[in-house]
Each structure stands twice: as C-alpha cells, then as structure tokens.
C-alpha cells in the first residue's frame, strides 16, 4: 500500500506536491535532480522523501507534466484543415518548449538501459493531431488519418525539436517553424498520394 494512501492523507498530498514542484523547479533550472535534492529544495526531510519516492526515477516520473489538456486547438479552431493543422503545430511546439525540461528528462530516462521501467509517457500527442485533421474524413477519405497523425508526431515532438535546437543549432522560433513546415509536407505528401 502506497505510503500517502495512510493516515493523515492531506497532509501526505501536500508533501508529495511539494516534493514534485521542487522537482520542477529544479528540472526548469537545467539541473537533474536526486530525491534529497528535491527533498532540500521543498524543506522536506530526506527520509520522509524517500517514503514518497524510493528512487530518482520515480521522482522524475512523478515530475513529467501533468497537465495535458484534451485538446491543443483553441475553440474558434480554423476549419480550413492547413490553417487547422498550422494552429494545432503552434500550440504543439508551444507546449513542448514550456514543458522542456521535464520533457528532456523523460526522454533521457526512456532511453536508458532497463527492461522492466514502466513506460514513461503515453502521451495525448497522436490524438490531437488526429483531431487537427478531423476535416480530412470528409476532404479525403481515402488518406489514413491515424498513420498521417504517427507520421507528423514521429517529425515533430520533443525530440525533434531538442535536435534543431542542440544538434542544427537552430534557435526555437527556427525549430517551430521547421517542425511546423514538416508537418505541412506530410500533410500534402498524403493528399498527393505518396507515401510520408
């Protein structure tokens, strides 16, 4: 049984969400932190830290975003499907960059070496870049939506947008508008009938 699911279980939640912004707060200042570290900045004891979180893994887990809206398209969304896409594309790489550090850190972690880590992200990603080509059910029924929405996610998330940044040196306005452009490619490599 979890340790917060016990006894004075406010006050457990309160400590967990202390220890989880410090952990942000330390991740957004390009550090990777440690339970004690995180435990330091909340004014928290290590060992009650470690009753929360047994290990840094699972720290950082716990730190990945936890707000993921159902949608990224704003309510007035264009119905045009390029200016649809286009709107989601900059939302999507908005929310990447705010949510950068955690995002790092979830990659890195999923990249290590671990057979039996629990997956680290299931993210809504897919599914809203469905629904930003929603309108192609009826302008092209043919295109598979679904493998166009895989595709366009595989050219433009986080990873994508950490290797313009750190590896082609782009700055993010250039990393925005290159995944932004990609994403448009696909589109209409789809709509051409070629393969993305």
């Known amino acids: 049984m979890p340790y917060e699911s016990t006894g004075r279980t406010a006050q457990k939640s309160r400590t967990r969400l202390a220890l989880v912004a410090a952990t942000r707060d330390l991740l957004a200042a390009g550090l990777t932190p440690k339970v ?8 928290i004891s290590r060992t009650t830290a470690y009753r929360y979180f047994p290990n840094q893994r699972s720290l950082l887990m716990a730190a990945h975003p936890t707000i993921s809206p159902e949608t990224l398209l704003p309510d007035d969304a264009p119905t045009d499907l390029r200016e649809r896409l286009d709107a ?53 029924p043919d295109v598979d939506a679904h493998r166009l929405a895989i595709a366009i996610r595989s050219a433009t998330g986080i990873e994508t947008l950490i290797w313009l940044v750190d590896i082609a040196g782009y700055t993010r306005e250039q990393a925005a508008a290159t995944v932004r452009a990609t994403a448009h490619a696909l589109l209409d490599a789809a709509l051409g009938g070629t393969r993305p």
């Open 36 to 43: 004690e570290d995180a435990a330091e900045r909340a004014g």
């Open 88 to 140: 989601f594309m900059t939302a999507f790489t908005e929310y990447n960059f705010t949510w950068e550090p955690q995002l790092r850190t979830s990659l890195r972690l999923s990249l290590e070496p671990a057979a039996d880590r629990p997956a680290l992200r299931q993210g809504r990603a897919i599914g809203w870049i469905a629904e930003a080509l929603a309108p192609l059910r009826e302008s092209a």
